[in-house]
Each structure stands twice: as structure tokens, then as C-alpha cells.
């Protein structure tokens, strides 16, 4: 059972566009949302999270909105940049339960000049 | 600091062998959880641990054992190998009361 769905599953933007990643989660239990990095054959490096009283975070050209009522949740990059593709997982957990944490499939991203 | 620390980065295993996958981590974390990454599947949840001496089961724990003596080691035991158990394994530690993950780089194991 998938509690954390993920799309697209790959997507293709050109340099200076916007990338768009989209969650949603099931278990309104969840008050904790990260969005994680990976590069190839590296391990997650976590980007930006966020909390469900706040509706968007925003920490450089990455912006995390959050809509509560539709348990949905999205990433936005700005002004994409070749050194963003890779491959990007939206998560959800229960703050303070140790870094037990759901995943959602992942979207790989490729941002070409 | 080194952060996550795991060994090692690649294994191939015959059916039915056993092994463990090493994880230390240095910067005194309460918590460690090991995860596997399969294709078009994200990561799941195998074991977690928030302190020496305390584990508990994730999503995934059928075929891993798990013991925590210290605060620095999670090592994840195959008992058994299959080759479903083929996958890219990430250990993660965080501080006690935090939920933000930090992941060693993988161990890439192959069952044939």
C-alpha cells in the first residue's frame, strides 16, 4: 500500500523553467514533510520540509506548498539549473518518531540547456 | 565528522549466504533506521531503532535481523540470502526528537 503517491515519475524542464513535483498522502497522522535529493549513487540529502500550519516554505529557488485539506503537497524549483537534475523524493513522517519516514517513488528530474 | 558511515559500498552473495551490512554513525544520534531502495518503488522502511538496546520492525522486515549495542552501530544482518533481497541499502540516523533523516551512501547488494 503506497501512503505516499509521487508524480510525475520523470520529467524533463529547460534551463531557467520551473519544476513542478507533486504528493499526496493518505494518514492524516503525518505532520512532518521532507523532500530529499539524491544524486546517483549517492544516499538522500533532505532539501527543504515542511509543517501542516504552515500552506508553503520557502528556502532559495525551492518552494514547498502544502495543502492540507487535500493532504497534498508539491515541490517547486525556480529558475532550474542543470546541477538540480537528479532524482527527488517527497516524504511524510510523525515529528519527533525518529526518522521513521514514508517515501514517495521518486521523480527524476533533467534540466537541459 | 563523517556523518553516516557504511560498508560496504558494494556486495554480490549467493543464494542462502548470510552477511551483514555494516552502519556506523559519529554524530551521537538517537535514532538509525536502514531502508531499501528498489526501482520505481522509493525507499522503504526495513528496521529502525531509537536507541541502544530498542528495535522495532518497519514496512519491510521479513529476511533482516537488527541489534543496537551502541549508540554508533545499526548493523543489518541477512540471514538468508534471496535474490528479491537484491537492492541498494541506506542506513539514516537523527537526533533523538528530530525527524530529519541523514543517509549514509548506500550499500549496493546482489543476490545471485
Given at each position: 500500500?503506497?501512503?505516499?503517491?509521487?508524480?510525475?515519475?520523470?520529467?524533463?524542464?529547460?534551463?531557467?523553467?520551473?519544476?513542478?513535483?507533486?504528493?499526496?498522502?493518505?494518514n492524516?497522522?503525518?505532520?512532518?514533510?521532507?523532500?530529499?535529493?539524491?544524486?546517483?549513487?549517492?544516499?538522500?540529502?533532505?532539501?527543504?520540509?515542511?509543517?501542516?500550519?504552515v500552506?508553503?516554505?520557502?528556502?532559495?529557488?525551492?518552494t514547498?506548498?502544502?495543502?492540507?485539506?487535500a493532504?497534498?503537497?508539491?515541490?517547486?524549483?525556480?529558475?532550474?539549473?542543470?546541477?538540480?537534475?537528479?532524482?527527488?523524493?517527497?516524504?511524510?513522517?510523525?515529528?519527533?518518531?525518529?526518522?521513521?519516514?514514508?517515501?514517495?517513488?521518486g521523480?527524476?528530474?533533467?534540466?537541459?540547456? | 565528522?563523517?556523518?553516516?558511515?557504511?560498508?560496504?559500498?558494494?556486495?554480490?552473495?549467493?543464494?542462502?549466504?548470510?552477511?551483514?551490512?555494516?552502519?556506523?554513525?559519529?554524530?551521537?544520534?538517537?535514532?538509525?533506521?536502514?531502508?531499501?531502495?528498489d526501482?520505481?518503488?522509493?525507499?522503504?522502511?526495513?528496521?529502525?531503532?531509537?536507541?541502544?538496546?530498542?528495535?522495532?520492525?518497519?514496512?519491510?522486515?521479513?529476511?533482516?535481523?537488527?541489534?543496537?549495542?551502541?549508540?554508533?552501530?545499526?548493523?543489518?544482518?541477512?540471514?538468508?540470502?534471496?535474490?528479491?533481497?537484491?537492492?541498494?541499502?541506506?542506513?539514516?540516523?537523527?537526533?533523538?526528537?528530530?525527524?530529519?533523516?541523514?543517509?549514509?551512501?548506500?550499500?549496493?547488494?546482489?543476490?545471485?
Amino acid at each position: 500500500q503506497q501512503q505516499v503517491k509521487q508524480s510525475p515519475q520523470s520529467l524533463i524542464v529547460q534551463k531557467g523553467g520551473i519544476s513542478i513535483i507533486n504528493c499526496a498522502y493518505e494518514n492524516t497522522a503525518f505532520d512532518y514533510f521532507p523532500w530529499y535529493q539524491q544524486f546517483p549513487g549517492k544516499g538522500p540529502a533532505l532539501l527543504i520540509a515542511i509543517r501542516p500550519d504552515v500552506s508553503e516554505k520557502k528556502e532559495g529557488r525551492f518552494t514547498i506548498s502544502f495543502n492540507k485539506s487535500a493532504k497534498q503537497f508539491s515541490l517547486h524549483i525556480m529558475d532550474s539549473q542543470p546541477g538540480d537534475s537528479a532524482t527527488y523524493f517527497c516524504a511524510a513522517g510523525i515529528r519527533g518518531g525518529g526518522n521513521k519516514l514514508t517515501f514517495g517513488t521518486g521523480t527524476q528530474l533533467k534540466v537541459e540547456l | 565528522n563523517a556523518g553516516v558511515t557504511q560498508t560496504p559500498k558494494f556486495q554480490v552473495l549467493k543464494t542462502g549466504q548470510s552477511m551483514t551490512l555494516q552502519c556506523a554513525q559519529d554524530m551521537n544520534h538517537e535514532y538509525m533506521s536502514w531502508y531499501r531502495q528498489d526501482p520505481g518503488m522509493g525507499l522503504r522502511l526495513i528496521h529502525y531503532s531509537v536507541g541502544a538496546g530498542i528495535t522495532d520492525q518497519g514496512e519491510v522486515p521479513n529476511g533482516y535481523n537488527v541489534s543496537r549495542s551502541t549508540t554508533e552501530d545499526f548493523p543489518l544482518r541477512l540471514l538468508s540470502a534471496a535474490p528479491s533481497q537484491t537492492s541498494v541499502y541506506f542506513c539514516a540516523s537523527s537526533p533523538q526528537g528530530r525527524t530529519e533523516a541523514f543517509f549514509g551512501q548506500g550499500t549496493r547488494l546482489t543476490v545471485v
